[in-house]
């Protein structure tokens, strides 16, 4: 299957900083790109679709200008959390797709922890 | 009601088992099919797509039930390693347009 890298995988930092998460699609170009949030013994929620060029397009209840979305290219898509608070940790899971794909391949996912 | 809906189990099954389970699905325009694993604290990965006239792989088989819209997954000869969450995943629509759906996964636990 197709290639996805997330990095970092872990972070923790402190109330009110920003934190970004990079996701990588490594041996295809990703048309679209996807972020999700998961909580423990939840379904993954899925957060904002981003296509390459383009502003994302958020779910209802994700605020954009907390969540901020970059996909500046074909195989790169940044989620920067701002303003970072206890209640955003969670596990942050991106995946990726070209248009001719049906399924979803994921990132490693990152488990953010604000202290 | 949620758009995919799974028994969340836990199913405990001993090493050698059976185990099966099913996943509703609410739209009836879903296109394609998915199960996926997930392991404690991990992505999921794809285990399989869901063909309309069912499909095997190994140890595992996937049904897809249009007219009652479910899927389910049947694992034979259960392995230590299957324990894991499964993932029911439904695209709407595909390919004019691309929603995944998750249910919430079923856990299965196999002991020696």
Known sequence: ?115 | RKEVEQDPGPFNVPEGATVAFNCTYSNSASQSFFWYRQDCRKEPKLLMSVYSSGNEDGRFTAQLNRASQYISLLIRDSKLSDSATYLCVVNSDFPNDYKLSFGAGTTVTVRA
């Open chain 1, 1 to 115: 299957g197709a290639v996805v890298s997330q990095h970092p995988s872990r972070v923790i930092c402190k109330s009110g900083t920003s934190v970004k998460i990079e996701c990588r699609s490594l041996d295809f170009q990703a048309t679209t790109m996807f972020w999700y949030r998961q909580f423990p013994k939840q379904s993954l929620m899925l957060m904002a679709t981003s296509n390459e060029g383009s502003k994302a397009t958020y779910e209802q209840g994700v605020e954009k200008d907390k969540f901020l979305i970059n996909h500046a290219s074909l195989t790169l898509s940044t989620l920067t959390v701002t303003s970072a608070h206890p209640e955003d940790s969670s596990f942050y899971i991106c995946s990726a797709r070209t248009a001719k794909m049906a399924e979803a391949f994921f990132g490693q996912g990152t488990r953010l922890t604000v202290v």
